[in-house]
């Protein structure tokens, strides 16, 4: 049995740049010690963005540019830079039916045991992925770290956190 923690979007635009929050930069050394101490396989996903942003259906919606790819700001927090990254997934949305994908064939191989996502943010991209890793293993335990999690709002966080709860997603450290 394996386990797997997917650290989501820790990107500068999220943490202090264009929608940085001060609960954003709290979770950093949270997330550090996350993955320094989690014993199995790390994916990272990073919110990508191309230059057209804007034109997009959530570039109307959210008008604000961020994490453009090869941008400082697309960039991972330098502060997790210690850490070995296997696997990096760039996502143009929420949530990543590559990561889906890529979780069903390592279940395959080996049986995953659980899956732990952290970062950013609880409301969009945590939630996204949690909820689509539910559809694609239904039988693997899902667990979110609040403690390691930051929402837009710190009222949208806690929302966040309640409905994934109601869809049988285990939170930890609330």
């Known amino acids: 049995m394996q386990n797997i923690l997917i650290v989501v979007d820790m990107q ?6 264009t929608l940085g929050t001060k609960e ?3 979770i950093v050394s949270k997330v550090e010690q996350k993955i320094s101490g989690f014993s199995g396989r790390i994916i990272y996903t990073r919110d990508t963005h191309e230059e057209n942003y804007l034109d997009t259906q959530e570039g109307k919606k959210l008008p604000v540019k961020h994490c453009i ?14 850490f070995e990254k296997e696997w990096i997934i ?3 949305t929420f949530g990543s039916k590559e990561l ?6 390592e279940n395959q191989k080996e049986a995953i045991d659980t899956v732990t ?4 943010c609880t409301d969009i991209c945590v939630i996204s992925n949690a909820l689509l890793v539910k559809a694609y293993l239904p039988e693997v335990r ?21 409905s994934m709860k109601m ?3 285990e939170i930890e450290n609330e």
């Not at 500068?12 to 740049?17: T, V």
């Not at 996502?117 to 950013?120: D, E, K, N, P």
């Open 12 to 17: 500068n635009d999220f943490i202090n740049g």
């Open 142 to 162: 899902i667990i979110v770290d609040a403690s390691c999690c930051a929402g837009v709002t710190v009222e949208s966080h806690k929302r966040a956190l309640e």
């Open 69 to 82: 790819r090869n941008t400082k700001g697309w960039e991972l927090s330098p502060q997790l830079d210690r």
């Open 167 to 169: 869809c049988q997603i």
């Open 24 to 26: 954003a930069e709290a």
């Open 90 to 92: 760039d996502k143009p």
């Open 100 to 105: 889906c994908e890529l979780l069903e064939k």
């Open 117 to 120: 996502l952290i970062g950013l």
